[in-house]
């Protein structure tokens, strides 16, 4: 079953530059997805969509059966969708762990224990305790990449969405951080979800969704 769906899904500015047209793509808990395209073809805008960030011009997106404009924005998003961005968004005066700390009492739920579970979620992306303690400013581009991954997981959400996550990464770097969120997903039951122009991330995951450049889309299976 799936744990996010959009039925028909078309956005436009303005109401009349349509970038995406009527998407019918189906998400689930489990499993690794990509989703590519060229360059304008609305990656980043369906990223917006799944986000909550921006809602839909036509159609609607389903969260768990639900229509995620009736669900309430900020809780959808700092409970259910974790996001990791290609720049990191960290806050460069604390450390690792007080920045995955910090995500947790945004988001407002009760997490017991929260220096220990933002130890654990570190370890977990291969971050040791020693890293875990320094100021981000002084880690390299992979390990603030899996500093920010920890941050989304801080909530437990069910989705994890990462905008080019590894497009600051080299070859080597780009591939330990596609492990981590293979392992999320087919060890913890995420659903993850992957924009990216890579190839090699495209071969990685379970899945691809290509947005054509005609501003249509197509599902491309793997195997």
């Given at each position: 079953m799936s744990i996010l769906k959009l039925e028909n899904v078309s956005y436009a500015y303005d109401g009349r530059n349509r970038v995406l047209k009527d998407l019918n793509y189906q998400f689930e808990k489990g499993k690794t997805y990509a989703i590519v395209g060229r360059s304008g073809a609305g990656k980043t805008t369906l990223l917006s969509l799944l986000s909550g960030l921006t809602s839909p011009t036509g159609g609607k997106i389903l969260f768990d059966g639900r229509d995620v404009q009736r669900i309430d924005r900020y809780q959808y998003r700092s409970r259910y969708v974790?996001?990791?961005?290609?720049?990191?968004?960290?806050?460069?005066?604390?450390?690792?762990?007080?920045?995955?700390?910090?995500?947790?009492?945004?988001?407002?739920?009760?997490?017991?224990?929260?220096?220990?579970r933002a130890t654990d979620l570190l370890d977990k992306v291969d971050l040791d305790e020693g890293l875990a303690k320094r100021r981000v400013l002084k880690l390299s581009g992979g390990e603030q990449q899996r500093v920010a991954i920890a941050r989304a997981l801080s909530f437990d959400p069910d989705i994890l969405l990462a905008d080019e996550p590894t497009g600051n990464l080299d070859l080597t770097t780009q591939e330990e951080v596609m492990d981590i969120f293979s392992r999320l997903a087919h060890e913890e039951n995420k659903c993850v979800i992957v924009v990216s122009h890579s190839p090699e991330v495209a071969a990685s995951v379970d899945e691809v969704y290509e947005l054509a450049s005609l501003r249509q889309s197509k599902k491309r299976r793997k195997g």
């Open positions: 974790g996001v990791v961005f290609q720049q990191f968004n960290l806050l460069p005066h604390l450390n690792a762990v007080e920045n995955v700390e910090l995500s947790m009492r945004a988001s407002g739920k009760k997490i017991p224990e929260k220096r220990r």
